[in-house]
């Protein structure tokens, strides 16, 4: 039986589809690594269109002569207890590099010795190394309030282990859910630091990407006029699969699903070709029968839980007055800034920290009626749906 499945798999190859000129595009990109041109990116894209799925098999496929490295800010975010800080943000991005280097096991040990060494060059004065953490042989120094010499040792080991090896040519870093650095205490700064160290390695790529709207203040705190890369991170947006392109997935990749042209177009609309909605719509409708729109639309109608599955755990940790804004835009087909402030019961600043926290998590933007509008129709319908069949948004 065929799969589609709704989470990452570990055989990215068996259910990846399509993708090539996004694919092509990054690699051509990415190429100019072993010449000497960092290449910067930041990828967008709603959420579930692929962003992540794409990377991963984007890192996987690299040559051995490139060193990759897979960080998801979510996952630290998820793991620690407290505040996401910097240096949590740096510890985990060292592991990686370790982990990238581990792999392989021919080159570890003489990379290890280089680097080792080059380590000790560099002025770890304030280190005590005495009950240090090993991440396999690298001594890893015992952060204690050193922040810009922790930094500075993260930051730079990309590019000396390139120097180290001549069977090396390059390292990419992707950082997935990127937004989620805005928790740290000074994102800004953060970035900055970021942007002075990838302008002295010439061999190291950096990849954002994350759930984020085109229009949150995030992107623009990275890659804004006044933002750390001030423009210089190539923007790459990723695209829903066309209609043509979805059928072709559904006829490469489904379980022998068959569609009437109408039942088809209604998929399709439902879906709007973001992956991760046609793979859990893919997953409950029947496939021993043709569907035709009365099928998709019944499917849906009693399974959009399954379907706007992700909806239920971020609407679950949203605000109260999150939630009125997002239920006042699905009333009224979005709404200006004024409006909202004129008809919501919350105060300017609050309507302001709505706005941002928002964007900054992919759920509204800003469209070209100059409105606030939910980017993600699962989530209208999923809303609409709750609405019909208990008579009260979900709590
Ligand atoms: N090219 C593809 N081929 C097949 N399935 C895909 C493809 N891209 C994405 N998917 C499916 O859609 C799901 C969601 O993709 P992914 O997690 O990469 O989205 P995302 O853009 O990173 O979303 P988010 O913004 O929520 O992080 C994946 O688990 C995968 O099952
Ligand atoms: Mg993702």
Known sequence: ???????????????????????????????????????????????????????????????????????????????????????????????????????????????????????????????????????????????????????????????????????????????????????????????????????????????????????????NMINGQEGAFGGRLIQINIEPFTFDETKRYIDEKSNNLKFTDNGFKRFYACTRGIPLYINSLSSILPNNVVCDEDIIKQTLKLNIDQVAMMWIYIWGRLSQGEKDFIVYLLENDGANRETLEAQLDYSKSSISRFIDSLSNQGIIEFNRDKKFVLSDKMLQLWLKIKFETNGFYPL
Request: no cysteine; charged share 25%.
């Open 1 to 219: 039986m065929k799969i589609m499945p709704i989470s990452m798999p570990k055989d990215i190859d068996k259910y990846f589809f399509n993708r090539i000129k996004d694919i092509n595009m990054i690699n051509t990109q990415l190429s100019t690594l072993k010449f000497d041109i960092p290449p910067q990116m930041l990828i967008t894209g709603y959420r579930g269109v692929g962003k992540t799925f794409l990377l991963r098999k984007i890192l996987k496929d690299q040559g051995n002569n490139i060193l990759t490295v897979f960080l998801d800010i979510s996952e630290i975010m998820g793991r620690q207890k407290g505040k996401l800080t910097e240096e949590k943000v740096l510890k985990a991005l060292l592991n990686e590099i370790n982990n990238a280097i581990s792999q392989n096991q021919q080159s570890y040990k003489k990379w290890i010795s280089k680097i080792t060494s080059n380590i000790k060059k560099l002025e770890l004065k304030n280190y005590d190394f005495s009950d240090n953490i090993d991440v396999l042989d690298i001594p890893l120094p015992v952060i204690k309030d050193n922040y810009d010499k922790l930094s500075k040792f993260v930051m730079e080991l990309p590019q000396k282990i390139v120097d180290s090896s001549d069977e090396i040519d390059g390292f990419i870093i992707v950082i997935d859910e990127f937004q989620l650095l805005k928790n740290i205490e000074k994102p800004d700064a953060f970035f900055w630091l970021m942007r002075s160290y990838t302008q002295k390695q010439f061999n190291v790529g950096y990849i954002f990407t994350g759930s984020v709207s085109k229009t949150s203040d995030i992107i």
